[in-house]
């Protein structure tokens, strides 16, 4: 399954180094790509952070990293040990000097030089300045940052500007990392590499989008940071913004990334205000021997939603009178992510038994089990006159590509090499999140200058009563969340 394309040796600097997302997410990755063969001779990962490591000691945290988060299967003695030798340490104090020149001292000419900030948003800035002030970035060197990207349109303004005064937005990788999965980057081959569904793809043939993620996990010790945040922070603005977009934009010319870009602006441009009435807010409550939202937050008497529901209209031509809704929350039945496209009715039925009659939806799996399913009209089988039936035409893509689920590669491992070979096709543009946050802000300061309460759901349930009545008053239904 997977060919590998060639990347230029590099040098990457992980600020935040013995941090969470390196542990569980950035390491792991990094040590699959070097599996894979795509990582050149030469090239060295750096960990930068406050500890006072020495090499040794970080190198075995990056050992335990990888024992505890990469598959039995993908283990290999011999190349842990040599990816383990690619690694260096630096101790570093972000907001004084101390570390900048060894960092400086260990920088080469002639690589690719990278530098991501997995580390709280404040720093950025800092790090930004330190990079440039001890001249150790350089006009080709690239910079990775991690969500959150801005609480708001000030504060993701105030983040863009701080960046730009050391780098170009040539050089910013702004992550969202549901871009990086194999599923999402499908879609556009789903829908802009066959003929068969563009033709259909607008209000004229849609009756609606479902685009649901729906997590089993709650924020258990992340309340610190999530409680000042919420789903519609944390989950809406970013991740279910960019499935919208890539559902809802125009074809762009090229697979190129200001092109993609374009082209989802578009779309964020022209979606419309989100009504109060049309948005569901929820909390999980206690139960099942589990604590309740609120226990983990900090504060009793917390309003973060951990759930929202929303109807969203995109006023353009192509989706005038077709919703999207979206909805996404924490400690939900079941972890599924899924986007359904309903289509309309045929305008005129030939059969004269419309029991069972259905419309036709297509449900793209994004994860877990990912695959296509497109529910389609047949015949009954049998002699019984003309009776109709729905069936699912069934795509499993591990099936389908004979690959076992832990060959699709996480999205991390995809987007970091990405930015060693200088794409940024699946990273979001200054512009991009300004406007998401512009879209964001009024519904948040809706609910705020309300004080409006999300309201209670039990966990393991499929949400807040209110999520139900938001698609039941347009005589239309969720999917069950499986
Ligand atoms: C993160 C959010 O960006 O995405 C988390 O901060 C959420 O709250 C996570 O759990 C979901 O990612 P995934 O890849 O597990 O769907």
Same mark, same amino acid.
């Given at each position: 399954?997977?060919?590998?394309?060639?990347?230029?040796?590099?040098?990457?600097?992980?600020?935040?180094?013995?941090?969470?997302?390196?542990?569980?997410?950035?390491?792991?990755?990094?040590?699959?790509?070097?599996?894979?063969?795509?990582?050149?001779?030469?090239?060295?990962?750096?960990?930068?952070?406050?500890?006072?490591?020495?090499?040794?000691?970080?190198?075995?945290?990056?050992?335990?990293?990888?024992?505890?988060? &990469?598959?039995?299967?993908? /283990?290999?003695?011999?190349?842990?040990?040599?990816?383990?030798?690619?690694?260096?340490?630096?101790?570093?104090?972000?907001?004084?000097?101390?570390?900048?020149?060894?960092?400086?001292?260990?920088?080469?000419?002639?690589?690719?030089?990278?530098?991501?900030?997995?580390?709280?948003?404040?720093?950025?800035?800092?790090?930004?300045?330190?990079?440039?002030?001890?001249?150790?970035?350089?006009?080709?060197?690239?910079?990775?940052?991690? /969500?959150?990207?801005?609480?708001?349109?000030?504060?993701?303004?105030?983040?863009?500007?701080?960046?730009?005064?050391?780098?170009?937005?040539?050089?910013?990788?702004?992550?969202?990392?549901?871009?990086?999965?194999?599923?999402?980057?499908?879609?556009?081959?789903?829908?802009?590499?066959?003929?068969?569904?563009?033709?259909?793809?607008?209000?004229?043939?849609?009756?609606? &989008?479902?685009?649901? &993620?729906?997590?089993?996990?709650?924020?258990?010790?992340?309340?610190?940071?999530?409680?000042?945040?919420?789903?519609?922070?944390?989950?809406?603005?970013?991740?279910?913004?960019?499935?919208?977009?890539?559902?809802?934009?125009?074809?762009?010319?090229?697979?190129?990334?200001?092109?993609?870009?374009?082209?989802?602006? /578009?779309?964020?441009?022209?979606?419309?205000?989100?009504?109060?009435?049309?948005?569901?807010?929820?909390?999980?409550?206690?139960?099942?021997?589990?604590?309740?939202?609120?226990?983990?937050?900090?504060?009793?008497?917390?309003?973060?939603?951990?759930?929202?529901?929303? /109807?969203?209209?995109?006023?353009?031509?192509?989706?005038?009178?077709?919703?999207?809704?979206?909805?996404?929350?924490?400690?939900?039945?079941?972890?599924?992510?899924?986007?359904?496209?309903?289509?309309?009715?045929?305008?005129?039925?030939?059969?004269?038994?419309?029991?069972?009659?259905?419309?036709?939806?297509?449900?793209?799996?994004?994860?877990?089990?990912?695959?296509?399913?497109?529910?389609?009209?047949?015949?009954?089988?049998?002699?019984?006159?003309?009776?109709?039936?729905? &069936?699912?035409?069934?795509?499993?893509?591990?099936?389908?590509?004979?690959?076992?689920?832990?060959?699709?590669?996480?999205?991390?491992?995809?987007?970091?090499?990405?930015?060693?070979?200088?794409?940024?096709?699946?990273?979001?543009?200054?512009?991009?999140?300004?406007?998401?946050?512009?879209?964001?802000?009024?519904?948040?300061?809706?609910?705020?200058?309300?004080?409006?309460?999300?309201?209670?759901?039990?966990?393991?349930?499929?949400?807040?009563?209110?999520?139900?009545?938001?698609?039941?008053?347009?005589?239309?239904?969720?999917?069950?969340?499986?």
């Amino acid at each position: 399954v997977s060919r590998v394309i060639p990347v230029d040796t590099f040098d990457l600097v992980i600020f935040g180094g013995t941090g969470d997302l390196a542990r569980r997410k950035i390491f792991p990755g990094l040590y699959r790509r070097f599996l894979a063969g795509q990582m050149p001779e030469g090239s060295r990962i750096i960990g930068a952070a406050r500890a006072d490591l020495t090499e040794a000691a970080f190198r075995a945290t990056v050992r335990e990293a990888i024992d505890e988060f &990469v598959p039995e299967a993908r /283990k290999d003695a011999a190349v842990i040990d040599a990816f383990i030798g690619r690694i260096g340490y630096v101790s570093i104090d972000a907001k004084g000097t101390g570390g900048w020149p060894d960092l400086r001292a260990m920088m080469r000419e002639n690589v690719v030089r990278a530098f991501y900030f997995s580390v709280a948003p404040v720093l950025f800035g800092d790090i930004a300045e330190r990079l440039h002030e001890h001249g150790i970035a350089d006009a080709w060197s690239r910079i990775v940052v991690e /969500k959150p990207f801005g609480r708001d349109l000030a504060s993701a303004r105030a983040l863009n500007e701080t960046l730009a005064k050391h780098f170009t937005e040539a050089q910013i990788y702004r992550i969202d990392h549901y871009l990086g999965k194999e599923t999402v980057q499908n879609l556009m081959a789903v829908r802009f590499a066959n003929i068969l569904f563009e033709p259909l793809w607008k209000a004229e043939y849609i009756d609606h &989008v479902q685009i649901t &993620v729906a997590e089993t996990v709650g924020v258990e010790g992340r309340g610190a940071y999530y409680d000042k945040s919420g789903a519609m922070r944390d989950m809406v603005q970013n991740h279910l913004m960019q499935l919208l977009c890539l559902i809802a934009m125009e074809p762009p010319y090229h697979f190129d990334p200001d092109a993609v870009r374009d082209e989802k602006l /578009k779309v964020i441009r022209a979606l419309d205000a989100v009504k109060p009435e049309d948005i569901v807010r929820g909390q999980y409550l206690a139960g099942g021997g589990q604590e309740g939202y609120v226990a983990h937050s900090e504060n009793p008497a917390s309003k973060t939603e951990s759930y929202i529901a929303l /109807k969203v209209h995109i006023s353009n031509w192509r989706w005038k009178g077709t919703p999207f809704y979206l909805r996404t929350g924490k400690r939900l039945r079941a972890r599924a992510s899924e986007i359904a496209i309903t289509f309309k009715e045929p305008p005129h039925s030939i059969f004269d038994d419309a029991e069972g009659w259905r419309e036709n939806v297509l449900v793209i799996r994004l994860q877990p089990n990912e695959g296509m399913n497109l529910m389609m009209m047949i015949k009954e089988p049998g002699p019984g006159g003309m009776r109709l039936m729905q &069936v699912p035409l069934d795509m499993a893509f591990a099936d389908a590509l004979g690959a076992d689920a832990e060959d699709i590669p996480d999205a991390y491992e995809r987007l970091i090499m990405d930015v060693i070979r200088g794409n940024q096709t699946l990273f979001m543009r200054g512009d991009e999140v300004e406007a998401a946050w512009a879209w964001a802000d009024p519904i948040i300061q809706g609910w705020e200058e309300r004080g409006m309460k999300p309201q209670g759901y039990d966990p393991g349930s499929s949400g807040p009563e209110d999520a139900l009545m938001l698609m039941h008053k347009d005589g239309r239904r969720w999917r069950e969340i499986r």
